[in-house]
């Protein structure tokens, strides 16, 4: 089993709609939690933290469930440039850098 | 400021030739990560350097591959007598490390190709 799943996807969507993903992670001692967002034949960039108490940035919102060792990241309002892969990544140790990537759900929304 | 770079952007090489990638992190980063991504795939970890403790190297795949970081800064992964699954493109990252931002920087890759 890999340490960090996500729904490879791809979802389809058309402009303007809520889209939601998911990720689990299966080491319980994790600490901190990130998406990243990686175009097309581009490298991945951190697209946002997430924290114990929830998160959101514009149209993103992020949640941590640590007693069901999932996170997720809502999407409204999308748009066409929304169109990526959103990696889930965790931060496996408390004191270093211990980044683990989950594969990827890839996004396409539509005109 | 300067942010990570990789080089080459791309290598072809033949099957069974050794290869050596080349990663120079952001300046002060103590954190160096070495991932590999297969076309239409995900990250596959490879090899995490932090400061002067030993790399975690478990996800080198095979005894083929192996990473050294120099100095605490740059770094170079081989892939000795290359096959042609090798061919993906591979990813450096840098992180600040302890008591710092966890966010990862990541270089533009170099693209292998094994014939």
């Known amino acids: 089993r890999k340490e960090v799943e996500q729904d490879p996807g791809p979802f389809n969507v058309p402009e303007g709609a809520t889209v939601a993903f998911n990720c689990t992670y299966s080491?319980?001692?994790?600490?901190?939690f990130f998406w990243y967002r990686q175009d097309c034949r581009k490298e991945p960039k951190l697209l946002m933290s997430v924290y114990s108490s929830g998160n959101e940035d514009g149209r993103f919102t992020a949640q941590l469930n640590r007693a069901s060792q999932y996170i997720s990241l809502l999407i409204r309002d999308s748009k066409l440039s929304d169109s990526a892969t959103y990696l889930c990544v965790v931060n496996r140790l408390r004191t270093n850098n211990d980044m683990r990537f989950g594969a990827g759900t890839r996004l396409t929304v539509k005109p | 400021g300067a942010g990570v770079s990789q080089s080459p952007s791309n290598k072809v090489t033949e099957k069974g030739k050794d290869v050596e990638l080349r990663c120079d992190p952001i300046?002060?980063?103590?954190?160096l990560y070495w991932y590999r991504q297969s076309l239409g795939q995900g990250l596959e970890f490879l090899i995490y350097?932090?400061?002067?403790?030993?790399?975690?190297k478990s996800g080198l795949p095979s005894d083929r591959f192996s990473a050294e970081r120099t100095g605490g800064s740059v770094s170079t992964l081989t892939i000795q007598r290359t096959q042609q699954e090798d061919s993906a493109v591979y990813l450096c990252a840098s992180s600040r490390g302890h008591g710092g931002s966890n966010e990862q920087f990541f270089g533009p890759g170099t693209r292998l190709t094994v014939l």
């Open positions: 300046s002060g980063h103590t954190a």
């Open positions: 080491n319980s001692a994790s600490q901190s």
């Open positions: 350097f932090q400061g002067n403790s030993a790399p975690d």
